[in-house]
């Protein structure tokens, strides 16, 4: 409508009360479910395993995922990629949410079935997608996502604030100043699983 200068008064969706789902309880899950929480979301988080967090409350088993998205209006997907995440947002994850939901991935691109996802966007049973990371990227200039009904893209930049490179160095001189004093490192991954297990001092840029 703004490129037509078109001026149509119309009504938004409010967010307030509406229910959310986070994949992934890292440190950019858990601040995306506490940002949601603050905007007056009900949010839920599903991670490796179900189990009760400190900060977080109950936490389902992303591996059930499918189980706990009736009714859920966002999907946010903020899990880092692991054999157990390959292909989580699938067919049968995507069957699970209503068609007014809403997909948000700012993971890890092969944590989403793209084709399956295009299936659902195609047929209207998904309202629609904002995608930051995909399977192949750049996201090639003939990929059909550009194009998929409801889907915005943007180019792996979620993270990427005004100022993030500055962060990112001063997360680097506390650590190594904490090495030099012989002190435990922040946000030290774990190479069995693959990634930062709880959500280290913040979540890193990109």
């Known amino acids: 409508m703004q490129r037509r200068h078109e001026w149509r008064h119309r009504e938004t969706r409010p967010v307030r009360g509406a229910r959310a789902v986070v994949v992934g309880t890292g440190g950019i899950g858990r601040e995306t479910a506490r940002l949601l929480t603050a905007a007056g979301l009900d949010v839920s988080v599903a991670g490796s395993s179900a189990r009760t967090d400190l900060e977080l409350g109950e936490v389902v088993d992303s591996g059930r995922l499918a189980e706990h998205l009736a009714g859920v209006d ?8 692991t054999d ?10 995507l069957a699970a949410l209503p068609p007014t939901a809403h997909l948000v991935n700012v993971g890890r691109g092969p ?9 659902a966007l195609r047929e209207g049973r998904l ?8 399977a192949t990227e750049p ?3 003939d990929s059909p996502l550009w194009d998929a009904p409801g889907v915005v893209v943007s180019p792996h930049m979620s993270g ?10 001063d997360q680097f001189v506390a650590n190594a100043r904490r090495w030099l004093d012989g002190e435990p490192l922040e946000n030290v991954v774990d190479k069995e699983r693959g990634y930062v297990p709880g959500g280290g001092t913040g979540p890193p840029p990109g």
Request: glycine share 6%.
């Open 74 to 81: 966002y999907l946010v997907n903020a899990a880092p990629l």
């Open 160 to 169: 990427d604030v005004v100022g993030w490179r500055g962060t990112l160095a």
């Open 139 to 141: 996201l090639p200039q």
């Open 127 to 134: 309202d629609g997608a904002t995608l930051d990371v995909f």
């Open 111 to 119: 944590t989403v079935v793209e084709e399956d996802l295009l299936v």
């Open 84 to 93: 157990r995440t390959r292909s989580l947002v699938d067919a049968e994850v």
